[in-house]
């Protein structure tokens, strides 16, 4: 505080007349609350309304999605997409340990349990970020 | 006007009382007029630049951290404003009679003769802040005339308090020597 003291007390006071304001031009308020007026209201109710995050619901339904088309395709059912399908697991299989997990009538490929193993990870994380978050901006 | 009173106007605001926006404009539209002012020297472009921060503030009501003070929050968008508005025109502020003086020609019995000694003072500092950047006309204006402190200014700059000192110093010299320079001799315009 001595160092904001001694820059207060210097010479350039003398000159600038300190706590001098330069007023808004008469009729402002007015002027601004009339601009104002067309603007949509920034209501906080809509926010505080929602319980949950679209973005990782939307994030989930998707990645679900590609898994079950996955898992399908995985099976044999469509014999062009199974070949499709596995040129692209083989893609990303280098380098990857050889997992074998083995359903009930069901077969599911190494790829497909890293991709569902991650996708659950993401969703967790997301929800308690999203709910962290929208915990502190609700909080006055 | 203390936090309390700032988290009761904003969250009337944000819960559609469009009017209590009008109590926080009249709460801090001449300090935001004053910086505006100070920084870019005309009233005319001050109060464009207070009208686009307050519509600022009441676009982004909803990111305002209840933690901090409204006066802060929003002199940064006048601040932030007032720097953007400067540099988007790109030209050197055309100093006029009514804010950042015009190169003429002032010798001491001319000037004397038509101006009272408290306009003489003004239109010296009006001239020295018209050769300053536009930063540095907002850290004179946050320090001397809106007497905020150096935390204040800290956070209304986004600078750390470290930088705020130096620029600080170095403004205020170079004011110094421009006014002692114009007070001691006659002034010649280019």
Redesign the interface.
């Known amino acids: 505080m001595n160092?904001?003291q001694n820059?207060?007390e210097?010479?350039?006071?003398d000159?600038?007349?300190?706590?001098?304001?330069?007023?808004?031009?008469d009729g402002?308020?007015g002027?601004?609350?009339n601009?104002?007026?067309v603007?949509p209201?920034?209501?906080?109710?809509r926010?505080k309304g929602r319980n949950y995050s679209l973005v990782p619901a939307i994030s989930a339904v998707v990645t679900l999605a590609l898994v079950v088309i996955a898992i399908i395709f995985d099976t044999g059912k469509s014999q062009s997409a199974d070949i499709l399908w596995s040129r692209v697991i083989k893609a990303f299989q280098p380098g990857l340990p050889a997992i074998n997990f083995t359903l009930p009538e069901l077969t599911v490929s190494n790829i497909i349990v890293y991709i569902m193993s991650l996708s659950i990870l993401l969703l967790v994380f997301d929800l308690v970020l999203s709910g962290y978050f929208g915990r502190r901006k609700s909080?006055? | 006007m203390n936090k309390n009173e700032d988290i009761f106007l904003v969250n009337q605001v944000l819960g559609g009382n469009v009017n209590a926006f009008r109590t926080i404009i009249d709460l801090h539209k001449d300090k935001a007029f004053n910086l505006a002012y100070r920084m870019c020297g005309s009233r005319e472009d001050a109060e464009e630049i207070i009208q686009d921060s307050f519509l600022k503030a009441y676009r982004s009501l909803r990111e305002f951290r209840m933690d901090s003070l409204f006066a802060t929050w929003f002199y940064r968008i006048v601040y932030n404003t007032s720097v953007s508005f400067i540099r988007a025109k790109k030209e050197i502020i055309i100093l006029s009679g009514d804010c950042f003086p015009d190169s003429q020609k002032y010798s001491d019995t001319n000037y004397f003769e038509s101006v009272s000694e408290e306009e003489h003072k003004r239109k010296l500092v009006n001239y020295a802040l018209g050769k300053l950047s536009e930063e540095e006309r907002g850290l004179i204006s946050l320090f001397y005339y809106d007497e905020h402190t150096l935390a204040e200014i800290s956070e209304i700059t986004c600078e750390n308090i470290s930088n705020i000192k130096v620029k600080l110093h170095r403004s205020r010299k170079k004011m110094l020597e421009i006014l002692t320079g114009i007070n001691n001799r006659k002034v010649i315009a280019k």
């Not at chain 1, 000159?15 to 007023?23: C, H, Q, R, V």
């Not at chain 1, 209201?41 to 109710?45: A, K, M, S, T």
């Open positions: 160092i904001e820059l207060r210097d010479q350039l006071r000159f600038l007349n300190p706590g001098e304001i330069e007023k808004a031009p402002f308020t002027r601004m609350m601009r104002l007026s603007e209201v920034p209501v906080l109710n926010a909080t006055h």
